[in-house]
């Protein structure tokens, strides 16, 4: 069966940095597009960043450019969210996508 795990959250200070991994299996990962999502408390959840089966990111939502990178290695079957000079607004619970699969999420709080 499809399963996407996500790990590499945490608690960082403003400014920090963290790397986020998605391993994925049970679907031919190097086929399809990739996706990263996010939930922040009280909020609808949004599409961060997107990866498309060639390895090119084709999407970052406005508040991340710059700042986030979203990269793929299929040898691994793992997809990967780079996080860097992160904001308090960053903090939300993330979630790895593909097809109509999603991950369980791990949580990213960004604070002093």
């Known amino acids: 069966q499809v399963q996407l795990v996500e790990s590499g959250g945490g608690v960082v200070q403003p400014g920090g940095s963290l790397r986020l991994s998605c391993a994925a299996s049970g679907f031919t990962f190097g086929s399809h597009r990739m996706y990263w999502y996010r939930q922040a408390p009280g909020k609808d959840r949004e599409l961060v960043a997107r990866?498309?089966?060639?390895?090119?990111?084709?999407y970052y939502i406005d508040s991340v450019k710059g700042r986030l990178t979203i990269s793929r290695d299929k040898n691994k079957n793992t997809v990967y969210l780079q996080m860097n000079n992160l904001k308090p607004e960053d903090t939300a619970v993330y979630y790895c996508?593909?097809?109509?699969?999603w991950g369980k999420g791990t949580l990213v709080t960004v604070s002093s």
């Open positions: 990866i498309n089966s060639a390895g090119d990111a084709d």
């Open positions: 996508n593909a097809l109509i699969y």
